[in-house]
């Protein structure tokens, strides 16, 4: 049976935690879709389709890995497309406490054979989120390392375009 992945998330912006779960992930898959929710009570920084081709680039070196978007309900998603498998990153024990009530309400919406799946984030990474990367770079931090080059270069657009 071909195992058919999701990895799912805002990503705005993708950051090099991400890419860490995404690149362990695509080695344990014959495929990974990186599904980026549309969530409308977040303000994005990025459009949801300018994410999606920023994505697209920077996983571009990952043969077996696409990028889609979706809205709604994430089992609604998964049971469409045929994925066997949701896998979720993990940064620490409140992380945990979230995606375990998550992914026990999802195992009653997925249909059968739909496994969720916890990563831990490699320790480099444990402390970020798109939300801390945006916040320091929009008052002027350094954030290099912690978002591939390509999407820093254009969040350094978007913020000269606001000053």
Do not use: W
């Not at 705005?12 to 980026?36: C, F, Q, W």
Request: aromatic fraction near 8%; proline fraction near 3%.
């Amino acid at each position: 049976m071909k195992t058919r992945a999701l990895y799912t998330g805002s990503f705005d912006p993708l950051t090099n935690g991400h890419m860490n779960i995404i690149t362990r992930a695509s080695k344990l898959y014959d495929e990974l879709t990186v599904g980026i929710i549309a969530n409308p009570s977040k303000k994005a920084l990025f459009p949801i389709e300018e994410r999606e081709i920023m994505i697209a680039e920077a996983l571009s070196c990952l043969g077996n890995v696409k990028v889609d978007h979706f809205s709604g309900l994430l089992a609604d998603f998964v049971n469409s497309h045929g994925f066997n498998v949701v896998v979720r990153g993990l940064r620490g024990a409140t992380d945990f406490d979230y995606e375990i009530q998550m992914a026990q309400m999802n195992a009653r919406l997925f249909n059968d054979q739909v496994e969720t799946v916890f990563l831990m984030t490699d320790p480099q990474y444990s402390f970020l989120s798109s939300s801390m990367v945006k916040e320091v770079h929009s008052l002027g931090g350094c954030i290099d390392g912690l978002v591939p080059e390509a999407i820093l270069k254009r969040m350094d657009e978007v913020l000269q375009k606001q000053a």
